[in-house]
T-cell receptor
Framework: DVKVTQSSRYLVKRTGEKVFLECVQD?????MFWYRQDPGLGLRLIYF???????EKGDIPEGYSVSREKKERFSLILESASTNQTSMYLC???????????FGNGTRLTVT | GESVGLHLPTLSVQEGDNSIINCAYS??????FIWYKQESGKGPQFIID?????DKRQGQRVTVLLNKTVKHLSLQIAATQPGDSAVYFC????????????FGSGTRLLVRP
């Protein structure tokens, strides 16, 4: 089974802090994704990566950046956390186009 | 646990009955469809997928039906169990790329004992 592991289940950060969310997948998948999930808004794509060192903006990239230095690891960075970035963050990976995304269990981030 | 949606449509079924969860998709060019299950406090879990060259696909206790004419997707769960209680949502996309999946808002399934 594919395993996507997010390093933290819960995080509480202060406004203005730099925040790192880490994600690792163990299936040698090419593609990795960061989504946020908010009640009533569903899943929204922040950034994705289709190869090492490659990244593409999703639908809501503002306030975020990403890093993919190794194939198995994809990091989401909040340069200066704000309260409107309080959310559930979901990492996912997929083998290729036309294959399903496999999700981690999420990181619940609260910015105070 | 965490709620993934405050005002999701809810389907309540008796344990042992069959469940049918529906999804209308938006893009007639979509040719790849996925169903996910999300339990409280967990990430979405892949259930089953279907490509547009098929109209039906079966898994273990689940069947997905695709009607491209009316852009409708359904998930049927046979002999629904308490462990099936979760939010279910569909996603549509392209076989050429997994980058731009569009996710539905979801339906909450409640299984009565």
């Amino acid at each position: 089974d594919v395993k996507v592991t997010q390093s933290s289940r819960y995080l509480v950060k202060r406004t203005g802090e730099k925040v790192f969310l880490e994600c690792v997948q163990d299936m040698d998948h090419e593609n990795m994704f960061w989504y946020r999930q908010d009640p009533g808004l569903g899943l929204r794509l922040i950034y994705f990566s289709y190869d090492v060192k490659m990244k593409e903006k999703g639908d809501i990239p503002e306030g975020y950046s990403v890093s993919r230095e190794k194939k198995e690891r994809f990091s989401l960075i909040l340069e200066s956390a704000s309260t409107n970035q309080t959310s559930m963050y979901l990492c996912a990976s997929s083998l290729s186009g036309g294959s399903p995304l496999h999700f981690g269990n999420g990181t619940r981030l609260t910015v105070t | 646990g965490e709620s993934v949606g405050l005002h999701l449509p809810t389907l309540s079924v008796q344990e042992g009955d069959n469940s049918i969860i529906n999804c209308a998709y938006s893009n007639s060019a979509s040719d790849y469809f996925i169903w996910y299950k999300q339990e409280s406090g967990k990430g979405p879990q892949f259930i089953i997928d279907i490509r547009s060259n098929m109209d039906k696909r079966q898994g273990q206790r689940v069947t997905v039906l695709l009607n491209k004419t009316v852009k409708h997707l359904s998930l049927q769960i046979a002999a629904t169990q308490p462990g099936d209680s979760a939010v279910y949502f569909c996603a549509e996309g392209s076989m050429d790329s997994s980058y731009k999946l569009i996710f539905g808002s979801g339906t909450r399934l409640l299984v009565r004992p």
